[in-house]
């Protein structure tokens, strides 16, 4: 097969056109090579596989998308501009990388007639907003965001109308969408798009949901990235990393070569024409956890600032039920984060990443998004 994989040089796309390389397949990549991620001026990084082709440009520019499409049979969809905070005031950018990006790839997709075979588009757990929660009586319950006038409390957790704990369950696909920062709105319209779309010209399309991914290539030097590597920045560089609220908010940390053997799945996957899976490890890990476990495998006697401080729009509690993937596509997350961390620390080390992390907490700040 001939298969375009969007984002093919950034920290996911890059470990999946390796696989896919390694599988025999031709790859071609079309990326923009975003400065935030890839630095000012960049090239083509060294992770690159020489084994697979290059375009760069943007996934808007309908003339770059005609000129990656040709002669592709599958599509791979992981461009995206990232970061939920940064999204919350860079809002027509988010919209117009994300919505309209995936909106003029699909509509040249359309354009060829019968040539696509299959598509995939990379969704995230951002959607969900809150996870999925138990009730006292053991009913399950869909919280919405918690009251700001709570938050200004120090009240962390969810509770009922009645003023009882909810408690965080594996979230399922199921669970109605709440996404509550534009991010997640436009992974929302990623995942609703490509849907939609392969539905009504019969091809078929499968849609993962991410949950937070970490791994090697991820970029250290951008602050709005997954927190493993800001909070690797942060350490490298003597600086105690930021942690808002009490720290013990939970989330599903994902190995990066578990979402390529995901996505591969889903490629092959016959049944999995039109699903949605999460793709997750079903264990929750309390955010302090990740920055006391960086810190300790660097051996850094440093400690998470943890702040008191919450962001608009943040969850407390959302980690996957992976049970749906593992019956649709047979796919089971096999890396345990204590294990997997150490990939991160051996990335770490070779880099010099300047901490952003400071710049972009006062940023938000400033713009009364943290408080």
Known sequence: MKILVTGGAGFIGSHLVDALVADGQRVRVLDSLDPQVHGANADWPSHANPKAEYVRGDVRDAEVARRALDGVEVVIHDAAAVGVAQSMYEIVNYVSANSLGAAVLLEEIVARGAGIQRLVVASSMSIYGEGAYLDADGKMASPGLRPEEQLEKRQWELFDSAGRLLRPIGTPETKPLQPTSVYAVSKRDHEELFLAVGNAYGIPTVALRYFNVYGSRQALS??????????????????????????????????????????????????????????????????????????????????????????????????????????????????????????????????????????????????????
Request: net charge positive; charged share 30%; aromatic share 6%.
């Open 222 to 371: 951008n602050p709005y990235t997954g927190v493993a590597a800001i909070f690797s920045s942060s350490l490298l560089n003597g600086n105690r990393p930021f942690v808002t609220e009490d720290g013990e908010q939970t989330r599903d940390f994902i190995h990066v070569s578990d979402i390529v053997r995901a996505n591969l799945a889903a490629l092959s996957c016959e049944a999995a024409g039109g699903r949605v899976c999460n793709v997750g490890t079903g264990r929750p890990t309390t955010i302090r956890r990740v920055a006391e476990l960086l810190a300790e495998r660097l051996g850094k006697k440093i400690t998470p600032d943890v702040t008191g401080k919450f962001r608009a729009g943040d969850i407390r509690h959302c980690f996957a039920d992976p049970s749906h993937a593992k019956r649709v596509l047979g796919f089971e997350a096999k890396v345990r984060l204590e294990d997997g961390i150490d990939e991160v620390i051996e990335f770490a080390r070779k880099q010099k990443p300047r901490d952003l992390a400071e710049k972009a907490n006062r940023e938000l700040a400033r713009r009364g998004l943290t408080r």
